[in-house]
């Protein structure tokens, strides 16, 4: 890949360049005592996050008798957890997707006929919709690291052993062993330390997030402009005339675009393998959180928090782009089963009745070894990352919403 030819590219190279991301899976990434510079970072990162995670955790104890605050840390705990996890296996695996990045460029097909105004436009969805994304998880991290200045007079009431303490209001609201005077005297270093959290959960979600939504615009398109060429090989307006006449040349053709398409699937297998481990955290996690995050707006405004409040906006802000993330994550890998599913109606679209025996065998060989292809991104046996599955944890998340917001109405009636 060359970051001076960025047109030739479906993914969003610039925007890999600005988040660090193509450096990270580079060989070529500038190094200092033999250390890629990018993968240390990211180790940085890791540790950070796994240092948050930790002080969430002690923290929790201490708001054992404040539900909301309770659930707040156990929410930051999953998407620290999960935003720890992409960078640390974007960084172990880094030598697989730079191998399989090739693919993302407009002229990976061999087929000299594809139409290549399918890729461009796969290249201008992909720059927006990674442009959107980065919107929305700025918005949060923007959200997060800048509240505690909107409620300058909240305090938390820490119990500790013999006393009360009272904490201002933080980015992440960690506990730490200090007297209150302490820490309220020196509160901006203390906000420091959890504002850099907040950062680095939103370049590691920026990071992994664009280049996932990348990746899977890239894989639809290829195969769609493959389906395409498919469909028009032995089209008489097409390339081949006179089918007749040439047909050793369709016979050549149909096995460029097979040998096309099987660098595809290769591609495919090998980036799910990557994808799979991260995906089934990703929808468990982000099902929590949706739960957890409308359930926490539940919570407030029952209680008496204005919707515009601090607290709920930020929940607002928050449980918005993951319920987007997660309908695009399920939209995009149902966009690439139907191009997937295609291939075969596509071949059997093309004007094959004209061709040889030999082009029909052929033809029939492939559409069986499709047939045999299970190139299905699944978290279990039976679960494909679709759009049912996407409808399935929505329904989930409002029963059982519905279920706890009933619960606590009739608990605090009593």
């Known amino acids: 890949m060359n970051l001076n030819d960025e047109q030739n590219y479906i993914v969003n190279l ?30 940085i990162e890791v540790m950070t996050g796994i240092f948050s995670i930790i002080m969430l955790f002690l923290s929790s104890y201490y708001y054992l008798d404040n539900t909301n605050e309770l659930m707040s840390h156990f929410m930051l705990v999953v998407a620290i957890f999960f935003s720890t996890l992409k960078i640390f296996w974007v960084s172990r695996n880094s030598e697989t997707i730079w191998n399989n990045m090739d693919m993302t460029c407009i002229n990976f097909l061999l087929y000299t006929g594809h139409k290549k105004e399918i890729l461009k ?105 493959i389906a395409v060429s498919y469909i028009s090989l032995n089209d008489k307006k097409g390339d081949i005339k006179n089918l007749k006449d040439n047909d050793l040349e369709a016979m050549f053709n149909l096995k460029l675009l097979i040998q096309d398409q099987q660098n595809m699937f290769k591609k495919i297998k090998e980036i799910y393998k990557i994808f799979e481990p991260v995906t089934f955290v990703q929808l468990a996690a982000q099902s929590m959180l949706i739960i957890l995050q409308a359930y926490m707006i539940f919570i407030n405004h029952y209680n008496g928090f204005s919707l515009l409040s601090v607290p709920i906006i930020k929940l607002i802000v928050t449980v918005a782009p993951n319920i987007i993330h997660l309908f695009i994550t399920c939209y995009l890998y149902t966009n690439i089963n139907h191009q997937q599913d295609s291939m075969n109606f596509a071949l059997y679209s093309s004007d094959w009745t004209a061709m040889s025996i030999n082009y029909k065998k052929m033809l029939l060989f492939t559409m069986r070894m499709n047939d045999a292809e299970k190139l299905k ?38």
Request: overall charge positive; aromatic content about 18%.
């Open 14 to 43: 610039k925007l890999m360049k600005i988040t660090g991301f193509y450096h990270l899976i580079s060989p070529r990434a500038p190094k200092y005592f033999g250390f890629n510079v990018y993968k240390v970072t990211a180790a």
């Open 121 to 225: 436009k796969a290249r201008a969805k992909s720059i927006s919709t990674t442009i959107l994304f980065v919107i929305l998880w700025s918005s949060v991290t923007v959200a997060w690291s800048i509240s505690p200045f909107f409620v300058k007079d909240v305090y938390l009431n820490i119990k500790f052993k013999d006393e009360t303490r009272r904490f201002r209001y933080n980015s992440l609201n960690y506990v730490y062993p200090i007297s209150e005077e302490f820490y309220n005297e020196h509160f901006l270093y203390f906000y420091v330390v959890e504002m850099l959290s907040v950062v680095f959960w939103g370049h590691g979600t920026v990071a992994y997030d664009t280049f996932v939504i990348s990746i899977c615009i890239t894989i639809a398109f290829q195969l769609k402009t």
């Open 377 to 414: 991104l699944k978290i279990s046996l039976r679960k494909i990352v679709n759009l049912e599955m996407f409808a399935s944890v929505m329904h989930l998340t409002y029963s059982i919403i519905s279920v706890l917001a009933k619960s606590y109405g009739n608990t605090n009636t009593k």
